[in-house]
């Protein structure tokens, strides 16, 4: 049961290039997010879903896209990266739709992405 | 406003100090109170959770929740060096979960 599995885990992209950002999770979740976190800041929300096939906007969505054609899978995609996209960004999951108000989050181990 | 604030810190203390950290929120709708621990290069493990107003206490850990000042609280009895970490609050929404900036804890020997 490997939980959240996050690809690549480090990554250096030069202004304008293009890459995915892979998120699988092992657990049946039903929601899963994408987070960025920078100094100071702390984690913003960058896109979520709340089940297979759909995507919602959260706090910083500008410049990335997402997508969940499988359950287990949430992409993030940039599709042209700019050195303010440089961060550490995680991706998690959780079950939802339950009634339980102790829902965790589980995360990923992150991804370390730099743009020159 | 930002929806939660925290103090980044870092705050330093003495193993075996009590130690208190702090949140406020904005959205008095907020029900479910969160609280995350990450340790440098790894992702958030979530800690301690509160649901309203009140206490809860886990071992060296308790959380608390003040609706009526839309303050909540993270205290560590007896803290150790395997303590130091960022503690991160959380406010759960439908659907998300919103964080503090997190506040860095370093518990020295």
């Not at chain 1, 995507?55 to 992409?75: C, H, I, M």
């Not at chain 2, 205290?75 to 130091?84: G, L, T």
């Given at each position: 049961?490997a939980g959240?599995?996050?690809?690549?885990?480090?990554?250096?992209l030069?202004?304008?290039?293009s890459?995915?950002?892979?998120?699988?999770?092992?657990?049946?979740?039903?929601?899963?997010?994408?987070?960025?976190q920078d100094?100071?800041?702390?984690?913003?929300?960058i896109?979520?879903?709340?089940?297979?096939?759909?995507?919602?906007?959260?706090?910083?969505?500008?410049?990335?896209?997402?997508s969940?054609?499988?359950?287990?899978?949430?992409?993030?995609?940039?599709?042209?990266?700019?050195?303010?996209q440089?961060?550490?960004?995680?991706?998690?999951?959780?079950?939802?739709?339950?009634?339980?108000?102790?829902?965790?989050?589980?995360f990923?181990?992150?991804?370390?992405?730099?743009?020159? | 406003?930002?929806?939660?604030?925290?103090?980044?810190?870092?705050?330093?203390?003495?193993?075996?100090?009590?130690?208190?950290?702090?949140?406020?929120?904005?959205n008095?709708?907020?029900?479910?109170?969160?609280?995350?621990?990450?340790?440098?290069?790894?992702?958030?493990?979530?800690?301690?959770?509160?649901?309203?107003?009140?206490?809860?206490?886990?071992?060296?850990?308790?959380?608390?929740?003040d609706?009526?000042?839309?303050?909540?609280?993270?205290?560590?009895?007896?803290?150790?060096?395997?303590?130091?970490?960022?503690?991160?609050?959380?406010?759960?929404?439908?659907?998300?979960?919103?964080f503090?900036?997190?506040?860095?804890?370093?518990?020295?020997?």
């Amino acid at each position: 049961n490997a939980g959240v599995t996050q690809t690549p885990k480090f990554r250096v992209l030069k202004t304008g290039q293009s890459m995915t950002l892979l998120c699988a999770q092992d657990m049946n979740h039903e929601y899963m997010y994408w987070y960025r976190q920078d100094p100071g800041m702390g984690l913003r929300l960058i896109h979520y879903s709340v089940g297979e096939g759909t995507t919602a906007k959260g706090e910083v969505p500008d410049g990335y896209n997402v997508s969940r054609l499988k359950k287990q899978n949430f992409l993030l995609g940039l599709e042209s990266a700019a050195p303010s996209q440089t961060s550490v960004y995680f991706c998690a999951s959780r079950q939802g739709r339950t009634r339980t108000t102790n829902e965790k989050l589980f995360f990923g181990s992150g991804t370390q992405l730099s743009v020159l | 406003q930002k929806e939660v604030e925290q103090d980044p810190g870092p705050l330093s203390v003495p193993e075996g100090a009590i130690v208190s950290l702090n949140c406020t929120y904005s959205n008095s709708a907020f029900q479910y109170f969160m609280w995350y621990r990450q340790y440098s290069r790894k992702g958030p493990e979530l800690l301690m959770y509160t649901y309203s107003s009140g206490n809860k206490e886990d071992g060296r850990f308790t959380a608390q929740v003040d609706k009526s000042s839309k303050y909540i609280s993270l205290f560590i009895r007896d803290s150790q060096p395997s303590d130091s970490a960022t503690y991160l609050c959380a406010i759960r929404g439908y659907s998300t979960l919103t964080f503090g900036k997190g506040t860095m804890l370093l518990v020295s020997p």
